[in-house]
């Protein structure tokens, strides 16, 4: 058990956040990382492991003139940065190295320096998904939501509403892209992407990154700032083809990996006092609420209809403004970790009052990984 | 200008049966002989028990709309707005296709309506396996349930 053996004792986004064409994807990774070894008072000399993915950390190694003695390449969407939390933790507490730098870089939006997506029309999902038209994301990770609104009645009102509620915290979050006040009615009013999704129930594009630095939990009570402990952790993957899910209404990977990080930390869904799911889309909010045990099944568009997850809520959502209106850059789950690490600290933009527990839970590919993180201001 | 064409699958070893059994207008699947579940997309061995025991056999073609998308952006090969499905097909397993002969309409398309497969050729290799709303009779036709 790693339970509260290792801390993160440095968190920092990128300079800036939204269109940033005056960055390379690589050295987004590297404004990000300084401004994380900013936080915690400390040198790329100090680090000896590096995880990243979107590029190779033998790049973001030498980019930044670290000599590692611990790398993780997990390369799984955009949970990525929660499994790379689960295997810095594992790996420190091993001893195979001491101080840990997961970076994030994404020129979404600018696509400046960005390579290929991987694929052909010899994959599985080349031969069996792309000759139908899918298009990326839109048209790919929304296909399973009107299964989901079939067997158990969620209304397109109450989809709608995942991205009101999560505008009203961006509302509260000078960082956020989307600040301006949304109804039910401005959702479903907005253009028609891929039906039953409208434009504003898609995450946003943007340039962007973040970083983060570990270290076991007795030395974490040495650094500037309060450590945020790691009390659990879960990791899983599905399918890389949403077409093949074993069913279209819940993520096993969601659920598989939520029950391993809530196991080891000891803690129920009650226990949480603040919780991040990633929301490419607005229906993933709804699965993640079920799959990891907050409301039962079906009942969560309900959940977030009767306002539950909004400022003043019983579970806070998705404070930043999430996906859907903070900042997107293509693997987001960076971003949902480091509000978590800004609600356990204290220092959000709209902080919410008494957080002990933060949960920052990630999904890869389109319901093809996920990656999920429990974190606490006390080792446990 | 020729018409910008969808992109077309390229056929593997493992998957080289299915696009034969396309191109000559039968929808080839695969069933463990070991446990007797059938299963898609093609690999030499069944994912459910790992049994090497395996066989290709001609799926009726019968199935069943399990989810999907209408498409409202444009796409090379296609004109907006148009689904893309995923069907259950009787035998178990399921596949995302395209819908034909059926407005391309949440109106028009309703969950769980039964679907039978048609090809389209696209070249002298590949046809690919769509599907419209059910014509031919379907005594003792089962179609997906809700899952329990």
């Given at each position: 058990?790693?339970?509260?053996?290792?801390?993160?004792?440095?968190?920092?986004?990128?300079?800036?956040?939204?269109?940033?064409?005056?960055?390379?994807?690589?050295?987004?990774?590297?404004?990000?990382?300084?401004?994380?070894?900013?936080?915690?008072?400390?040198?790329?000399?100090?680090?000896?492991?590096?995880?990243?993915?979107?590029?190779?950390?033998?790049?973001?190694?030498?980019?930044?003139?670290?000599?590692?003695?611990?790398?993780?390449?997990?390369?799984?969407?955009?949970?990525?940065?929660?499994?790379?939390?689960?295997?810095?933790?594992?790996?420190?507490?091993?001893?195979?190295?001491?101080?840990?730098?997961?970076?994030?870089?994404?020129?979404?939006?600018?696509?400046?320096?960005?390579?290929?997506?991987?694929?052909?029309?010899?994959?599985?999902?080349?031969?069996?998904?792309?000759?139908?038209?899918?298009?990326?994301?839109?048209?790919?990770?929304?296909?399973?939501?009107?299964?989901?609104?079939?067997?158990?009645?969620?209304?397109?009102?109450?989809?709608?509403?995942?991205?009101?509620?999560?505008?009203?915290?961006?509302?509260?979050?000078?960082?956020?892209?989307?600040?301006?006040?949304?109804?039910?009615?401005?959702?479903?009013?907005?253009?028609l992407?891929a039906y039953p999704?409208?434009?504003?129930?898609?995450?946003?594009?943007?340039?962007?990154?973040?970083?983060?630095?570990?270290?076991?939990?007795?030395?974490?009570?040495?650094?500037?700032?309060?450590?945020?402990?790691?009390?659990?952790?879960?990791?899983?993957?599905?399918?890389?083809?949403?077409?093949?899910?074993?069913?279209?209404?819940?993520?096993?990977?969601?659920?598989?990996?939520?029950?391993?990080?809530?196991?080891?930390?000891?803690?129920?869904?009650?226990?949480?006092?603040?919780?991040?799911?990633?929301?490419?889309?607005?229906?993933?909010?709804?699965?993640?609420?079920?799959?990891?045990?907050?409301?039962?099944?079906?009942?969560?568009?309900?959940?977030?209809?009767?306002?539950?997850?909004?400022?003043?809520?019983?579970?806070?959502?998705?404070?930043?403004?999430?996906?859907?209106?903070?900042?997107?850059?293509?693997?987001?789950?960076?971003?949902?970790?480091?509000?978590?690490?800004?609600?356990?600290?204290?220092?959000?933009?709209?902080?919410?009052?008494?957080?002990?527990?933060?949960?920052?839970?990630?999904?890869?590919?389109?319901?093809?990984?996920?990656?999920?993180?429990?974190?606490?201001?006390?080792?446990? | 200008?020729?018409?910008?064409?969808?992109?077309?699958?390229?056929?593997?070893?493992?998957?080289?049966?299915?696009?034969?059994?396309?191109?000559?207008?039968?929808?080839?699947?695969?069933?463990?002989?070991?446990?007797?579940?059938?299963?898609?997309?093609?690999?030499?061995?069944?994912?459910?028990?790992?049994?090497?025991?395996?066989?290709?056999?001609?799926?009726?073609?019968?199935?069943?709309?399990?989810?999907y998308v209408i498409h409202h952006?444009?796409?090379?090969?296609?004109?907006?707005p148009y689904a893309i499905?995923?069907?259950?097909?009787?035998?178990?397993?399921?596949?995302?296709?395209?819908?034909?002969?059926?407005?391309q309409t949440p109106?028009?398309l309703?969950?769980?309506?039964?679907?039978?497969?048609?090809?389209?050729?696209?070249?002298?290799?590949?046809?690919?396996?769509?599907?419209?709303?059910?014509?031919?009779?379907?005594?003792?036709?089962?179609?997906?349930?809700?899952?329990?």
């Amino acid at each position: 058990m790693i339970r509260g053996k290792v801390a993160i004792v440095g968190a920092a986004e990128t300079s800036e956040l939204g269109e940033i064409p005056d960055k390379s994807q690589l050295e987004l990774h590297a404004d990000a990382a300084r401004n994380a070894l900013a936080d915690c008072g400390l040198t790329p000399k100090d680090i000896d492991g590096v995880a990243t993915a979107g590029e190779s950390p033998v790049g973001i190694a030498h980019y930044l003139g670290i000599t590692p003695r611990w790398l993780d390449g997990t390369q799984v969407g955009g949970c990525s940065f929660m499994i790379h939390v689960r295997h810095a933790a594992a790996a420190i507490a091993a001893g195979y190295c001491e101080t840990v730098l997961i970076t994030h870089g994404q020129s979404g939006r600018s696509r400046v320096g960005v390579g290929g997506f991987p694929g052909g029309p010899a994959t599985l999902s080349g031969q069996f998904e792309a000759p139908y038209g899918t298009a990326g994301p839109p048209t790919v990770f929304t296909i399973p939501v009107l299964r989901y609104m079939k067997d158990f009645g969620l209304t397109h009102e109450q989809l709608a509403m995942v991205a009101v509620v999560q505008r009203e915290w961006a509302g509260r979050n000078p960082r956020a892209m989307y600040r301006d006040p949304l109804s039910v009615d401005d959702v479903r009013k907005s253009r028609l992407i891929a039906y039953p999704f409208h434009l504003l129930e898609c995450c946003l594009v943007t340039d962007g990154g973040g970083a983060l630095v570990l270290v076991s939990a007795e030395r974490a009570r040495d650094f500037p700032k309060r450590p945020v402990y790691v009390l659990g952790t879960g990791e899983s993957s599905e399918t890389p083809m949403v077409s093949q899910m074993e069913d279209f209404t819940t993520s096993r990977a969601f659920r598989v990996s939520g029950k391993a990080a809530f196991s080891e930390a000891g803690i129920a869904p009650g226990d949480v006092d603040h919780l991040m799911i990633y929301d490419a889309f607005a229906h993933l909010p709804i699965y993640g609420l079920e799959d990891l045990g907050f409301v039962p099944r079906g009942e969560a568009g309900r959940f977030i209809w009767d306002g539950n997850t909004r400022p003043g809520g019983k579970l806070p959502l998705n404070t930043n403004g999430g996906g859907l209106s903070y900042t997107h850059t293509g693997m987001y789950g960076m971003f949902a970790l480091q509000e978590s690490v800004r609600q356990v600290r204290g220092t959000a933009p709209a902080q919410v009052p008494g957080v002990h527990i933060s949960v920052a839970h990630g999904v890869g590919g389109m319901f093809a990984a996920a990656g999920t993180v429990v974190l606490a201001d006390a080792p446990g | 200008m020729p018409e910008p064409r969808r992109p077309l699958p390229r056929p593997t070893p493992e998957t080289r049966h299915f696009w034969d059994g396309a191109r000559a207008g039968e929808l080839r699947v695969q069933r463990c002989r070991a446990c007797g579940r059938a299963y898609f997309p093609p690999r030499p061995f069944c994912p459910h028990c790992a049994s090497g025991d395996v066989e290709v056999f001609r799926a009726s073609g019968r199935a069943t709309l399990y989810s999907y998308v209408i498409h409202h952006r444009p796409v090379p090969g296609f004109t907006p707005p148009y689904a893309i499905a995923v069907v259950q097909l009787e035998e178990g397993p399921r596949m995302m296709t395209n819908l034909v002969d059926v407005a391309q309409t949440p109106e028009a398309l309703v969950l769980d309506m039964p679907l039978e497969v048609v090809f389209q050729k696209q070249d002298d290799a590949i046809s690919l396996p769509v599907f419209r709303p059910a014509r031919i009779d379907r005594a003792g036709f089962k179609p997906a349930g809700k899952p329990t």
